[in-house]
């Protein structure tokens, strides 16, 4: 179980790491924008 969700992980690093960022953006907008 371990060795498919680590492949998960490793497969689509880049979805998971796109949609963080983008929850952080939407979750603290004032430090992206301080204006």
Same mark, same amino acid.
């Given at each position: /179980? ?6 998960? !992980?490793? /497969?689509?690093?880049? @979805?998971? !790491? ?7 953006? @939407?979750? @603290?907008?004032?430090? @992206?924008?301080?204006?």
């Amino acid at each position: /179980v371990i060795a498919h969700q680590q492949k998960t !992980e490793d /497969v689509c690093p880049s @979805e998971i !790491e796109p949609k963080d960022k983008d929850v952080s953006l @939407e979750k @603290e907008p004032k430090i @992206e924008s301080p204006k």
